[in-house]
């Protein structure tokens, strides 16, 4: 069930274990009894909509319990709370509204959100594979409705960027980290709409990688056989669920804080 609370779309109504890119560079605001920041920072934006989908964490300073909005999860005092969140596009912020339980004194927080869109992946820390050299373009970021699931929603899809008329269909992948290779599957057709062809992948710090819509009999991977940054993944393919070829990445557990 959703709730929605004012100035701020789309907040999911459970706190949230703090499992999220914790490495990653992150935009903070204070407003003295509480601090909140957005995870992942910069935000990758849906291609067509614009909007920007991500995660919300507040630290309080407090020694009282405040609610998020009127009806929303409770923050603890001195503790720390996650929640979901989306941007329109347009906007640069979000507003927190946070009430002290006992009193309904209320405290409004604003966080800048940066998000990031296209092929302007520079400054995203979120490792971005090779795809046969070519510039890599961003279709479906984490807003985008099919990632919008438990266990997909910090996932990208993906495709270089080639010569009009030329398909991505083919294309080599190439690990961006050196990782273990927990399982595959490569046999499955090309054909939109199967099960697809994919990759898990243990990086050095323990976190899960999803790698999926390989081509058929394209993946030269052992299980269990840890690889080099560079090595090759497999090829894009049209196994799964897709309208064209594509890479779907997704982080599957992120580290603990």
């Not at 090779?130 to 961003?138: A, K, P, T």
């Not at 910090?154 to 273990?180: C, K």
């Not at 790698?211 to 269990?224: E, K, N, T, V, W």
Request: charged share 20%.
């Amino acid at each position: 069930m959703t709730r929605n609370f004012p100035n701020l779309p789309y907040l999911g109504p459970r706190p949230l274990l703090l499992l999220l890119l914790c490495a990653l560079p992150l935009a903070c605001r204070s407003s003295g009894d509480f601090r909140a920041r957005t995870l992942p920072d910069p935000v990758p934006t849906h291609q067509e909509s614009g909007r920007a989908w991500f995660f919300v964490e507040i630290q309080s300073l407090s020694r009282h319990e405040v609610r998020l909005g009127a009806a929303g999860p409770v923050l603890v005092p001195g503790g720390r709370l996650v929640v979901e969140a989306d941007l329109a596009a347009g906007d640069e912020a979000i507003h927190l509204d946070l009430q002290e339980v006992a009193t309904g004194r209320h405290t409004h927080i604003t966080v800048p959100v940066r998000t990031i869109q296209g092929t302007a992946l520079a400054d995203l820390d979120y490792p971005i594979p090779d795809l046969g050299g070519h510039e890599v373009r961003i279709t479906a970021g984490f807003h985008a409705p099919n990632h919008r699931r438990p266990g997909r929603r910090l996932a990208l899809d993906l495709v270089p960027v080639l010569p009009e008329g030329r398909s991505a269909l083919g294309t080599e992948i190439r690990v961006p980290f050196r990782a273990l290779v927990v399982a595959f599957t490569e046999e499955e057709p090309d054909l939109p709409g199967f099960v697809p062809n994919e990759v898990l992948l243990r990086d050095e710090q323990g976190r899960i990688w999803r790698y999926a819509h390989f081509q058929q009999g394209s993946i030269p991977l052992r299980i269990d056989r840890w690889i080099d940054q560079g090595a090759l993944l497999g090829r894009i393919g049209l196994s799964g669920k897709t309208t064209g070829p594509h890479l779907h990445i997704e982080l599957l557990t992120p580290p603990d804080r």
